[in-house]
């Protein structure tokens, strides 16, 4: 299973960014997914998770109200929308795959991972 994601970049405090994460290879039948980050110095820090329908979404409290995750099964890619961003936001955006469903807060649940996305925010 490999993990391409993309559409990190340089923004202003209150600008938008749309992440994607397109996952290819054998993945399996579901999967959940879900996205993390880490800012120089800190340790990675959940950002959100997507169960397999869409129909069940957890956010950190962090982002929640911000930020918003989707997915298109059809194209075996998960979105992650961050509107109203701040200089905290600044991170490498990781995008993480479970194939066993679950809706993991944490890292332990994930098996794979994409290469990260800079998102930078300036204030």
């Known amino acids: 299973v490999q993990l391409q994601a993309s559409g990190g970049g340089l923004v202003q405090s209150g600008g938008s960014l749309r992440l994607s994460c397109a996952a290819s290879?054998?993945?399996?039948?579901?999967?959940?997914l879900g996205w993390f980050r880490q800012a120089p110095g800190k340790e990675r820090e959940f950002v959100g998770v997507?169960?397999?329908?869409?129909?069940?979404?957890y956010y950190a409290n962090s982002v929640k109200g911000r930020f918003t995750i989707s997915r298109d099964n059809a194209k075996n890619t998960v979105y992650l929308q961050m509107n109203s961003l701040k200089p905290e936001d600044t991170a490498v955006y990781y995008c993480?795959?479970?194939?066993?469903?679950?809706?993991?807060?944490?890292?332990?649940?994930?098996?794979?991972w994409g290469q990260g996305t800079q998102v930078t925010v300036s204030s």
């Open positions: 997507i169960s397999w329908s869409g129909g069940t979404i």
């Open positions: 290879g054998r993945t399996s039948s579901s999967y959940t």
């Open positions: 993480a795959l479970d194939p066993s469903s679950r809706l993991g807060g944490t890292s332990w649940y994930y098996r794979y």
